[in-house]
């Protein structure tokens, strides 16, 4: 073979193969400028815009000298991939907390994160996922420098042709721009959404910064705070108070039709069941400072009567002596318990900030059943041990507790059925549900949705059939979900309101919380008041106070 025919043809693939990877540099670059941070039902079609990154590239690569050129260009390439590993968080903090990720606080849920997933596919490929999305970001910040290296690079040596087309591109970028054009599946042509993203995470953080002394302001006016102890919470004295968190049991459990098809009959049966031993109830919902997950940040904001919606609050807000709801029952002699069977060691700041005399976790309540899904115990057990340990009849103190439901937590598993009080033991029994209540099925086979329908219903009947074969007359239950489920179950645009309760045995008890116009029973109305979280310490401590 002629050797000047070799050659040619290697040229020639050589000359291919550098085109090829070219485009795809190209492609890859624009990609990464049109990926948006929130899908909002526009799908794929995002990645038709032009972005107004795009034009600068071309302009850096048409005026920079060839030797600042690849130094530049492997910044702007470490950059976009900062940016694209930023969009990333974004969508799934869009997808399951219904907000953009926190740069300054939101690193912290990482940890709880990859809990959940281990409690969903188990540790070893929890842990595989958690490699490879590690991999992914290497990858992403190694691929996108040398890409906008290559793309950059081949422009600038057709400075003349690019120049045109530079100018064409601007052209169509304004006049779309101004004009608010669109592609045919209503997704504009102009994007700047990568810039938008860094400088709207920059304005979190300026924002952030400056909440801090915010915040620090609202916790330290506190109208309670030097209330002495005879003179808090007169109206519930002598009464067990339990203020009870049920997992997810969001509005969406009441309004969505494939969802309350399943609560709705269930809240129906705990009122019957309610009524029959003498309870009454009154329901309305709350405004959650979370949606999706960070349950925590409802928990506090009831606790503390404060908005604490982020970690950075959430964090500030444990290194005060802020009064708790925990803390006023404490002072007014009540024995106050934290009943949290998510938490497998010593909570420090169960003590420390909210002022809890007796923690209870899933290690100090002798359960040896099964574990279902995220939670380490069915609900019904949880109540019966805080039942058989706090509630036994005879002398002692009332008891003011704060109990977490975790069968409906997400991933949502089907619960087992009710089951005789008397019969739970250490929980084994809930490896075989003979001599079960068959009114709650649990089918794996159905979707999400159903399942989570389950989870609460199966929370809500357990909690009545708790208070109604109590025998308790002082007993006086304050619950409510943390925040809405995650977007498996909820509609985009829903909003983050829970439904709240009161059961108490008490008519002056009810009495006394007429005037919140709550309605009557389990069920809160559509016109049911809606109040923020924050605000029901300060009306408990001023209406029973």
Known sequence: MDPSTSAGRARRAHHVVGMTLTVLSGALVWAALAMPADLTGQGVAELLRLPVEVLVVVLLALVLPRRALRVVALVLGLLLGLVVLLKALDLGFHATLDRPFNLLTDWSYL???????????????????????VLAAVA??????????????????????????LAVLTAVWVAAALTGAAWSSGVTVASANSSRLVWDSATRLRHDLADHAAFARQVAADPFAAVPGDRLLTGLRGKDVLLVFVESYGRVALDDPEVAGVVRPALARADRDLN?????????????????GASWLAHSSVEAGLWVDSQQRYDHLLATDRL???????????????????????????????????LYTAENVGYRG??????????QYTLQVFRDRELAPGHRPPVMAEIDLLSSHYPWTPPPPLLPWGSLGD?????????ASPDLPGDRTADPRQIYGQTIAYAMRALASFAATSNDPNLVVIAMGDHQPNSSVTRPGASHQ???????????????????G?????????????????????????DFG
């Open 498 to 516: 829970v439904p709240a309760m009161v059961i108490a045995h008490d008519p002056q008890v009810l009495d006394s919380v007429a005037g919140w």
């Open 140 to 165: 992403v910040l190694a691929v996108l420098p040398a890409a906008t290296a290559r793309v950059m690079g081949a422009l600038a040596g057709q400075r003349r042709r690019v120049a045109r087309a």
């Open 427 to 435: 929980g084994s029994v809930f490896g075989r549900p003979a001599g």
């Open 111 to 133: 940890g709880p994160a990859l809990g959940v997933l281990t409690d969903w596919v188990g540790r070893t490929r929890a842990l595989l996922v958690a490699a490879a999305a």
């Open 276 to 292: 029959a031993a003498g309870f009454s109830a009154r329901s309305a919902y709350l405004t959650s400072p979370t949606f999706g």
């Open 324 to 358: 708790t709801l925990a803390r006023a029952f404490g002072k007014a002699g009540w024995r106050t318990v934290f009943d949290v069977p998510a938490t497998t060691r010593t909570w420090l700041a169960g003590r420390t900030f909210y002022g809890f005399d007796k």
């Open 518 to 542: 709550w309605s009557p029973g389990l069920t809160p109305s559509r016109d049911a008041p809606v109040w923020p979280m924050s605000a029901l310490r300060d009306r408990i401590l001023t």
């Open 370 to 379: 099964p574990r279902f899904g995220y939670a380490t115990m069915p609900d």
